[in-house]
């Protein structure tokens, strides 16, 4: 099981980004990504989540409006879209599996890739 991130980097606040999650591996049809971030001297927290059998999202309220979550089945890649980027934004951004959305912001995930670095800032 593999869960890579790519996309990050250095973007300019008003920007856009479009961070990737290339999943491989897994063995049971249905599961879900979910993409969290955590920003330097803050806990963790979560963003999105979306299934991979019919594209169900799910943010957290305070990411709704310039987060996209989106999937690619044929390409097994989860994406992150993020608008309108600002220098709080500044995170590693982490993709990760479990079977289901329920409670993805609180509950452990079973999978997790090692990180992309966005950093945001003129």
């Known amino acids: 099981v593999q869960l890579v991130e790519s996309g990050g980097g250095l973007a300019q606040p008003g920007g856009s980004l479009r961070l990737s999650c290339a999943v491989s591996?897994?063995?049971?049809?249905?599961?879900?990504i979910a993409w969290f971030r955590q920003a330097p001297g803050k806990e963790r927290e979560a963003v999105a989540c979306?299934?991979?059998?019919?594209?169900?999202?799910d943010y957290i309220d305070s990411f709704k409006g310039r987060f996209t979550i989106t999937i690619d089945n044929a390409k097994n890649t989860v994406y992150l879209h993020i608008n309108s980027l600002k220098p709080e934004d500044t995170a590693v951004y982490y993709c990760?599996?479990?079977?289901?959305?329920?409670?993805?912001?609180?509950?452990?995930?079973?999978?997790w890739g090692k990180g992309t670095l966005v950093t945001v800032s003129s």
């Open positions: 990760a599996q479990r079977r289901t959305c329920f409670g993805f912001d609180v509950l452990p995930m079973h999978y």
């Open positions: 591996g897994f063995t049971v049809d249905d599961y879900v």
């Open positions: 979306i299934r991979n059998d019919d594209g169900t999202r």
